[in-house]
């Protein structure tokens, strides 16, 4: 089994920082894709960032520039470091990792981010 712990949510004013860490632990061998995702309030959930094995990166055009995803393998964790916090990116952030060992992908339990404004 493999289990995904998130921290660094919370309320911050616009303009402010967050940053979002994930650990993954678990049968948690050759992590491949791990990725943010969010699901604001009455809309549909969608991905934030993602970076591959390799750290290929991308991005939600509305986080580019502002947010940066990252990844230490050596502790199976993926952070994303979000700047420039405007109220719409106001959501639930969940990390998702692909495990290349069990064909599979997992969800974190996710964590509240609010942005006042």
């Known amino acids: 089994q493999v289990q995904l712990v998130e921290s660094g949510g919370g309320l911050v004013q616009a303009g402010g920082s967050l940053r979002l860490s994930c650990a993954a632990s678990?049968?948690?061998?050759?992590?491949?894709?791990m990725a943010w995702y969010r699901q604001a309030s009455g809309k549909q959930r969608e991905l934030v960032a993602r970076?591959?094995?390799?750290?290929?990166?991308n991005y939600a055009d509305s986080v580019k520039g502002r947010f940066t995803i990252s990844r230490d393998n050596a502790k199976n964790t993926v952070y994303l470091q979000m700047n420039s916090l405007k109220p719409e990116d106001t959501a639930v952030y969940r990390c998702?990792?692909?495990?290349?060992?069990?064909?599979?992908?997992?969800w974190g339990q996710g964590t509240q981010v609010t942005v006042s404004s």
């Open positions: 998702w990792v692909y495990i290349t060992t069990t064909r599979d992908g997992y």
């Open positions: 970076i591959t094995s390799d750290g290929s990166t």
């Open positions: 678990g049968t948690v061998f050759r992590i491949n894709t």
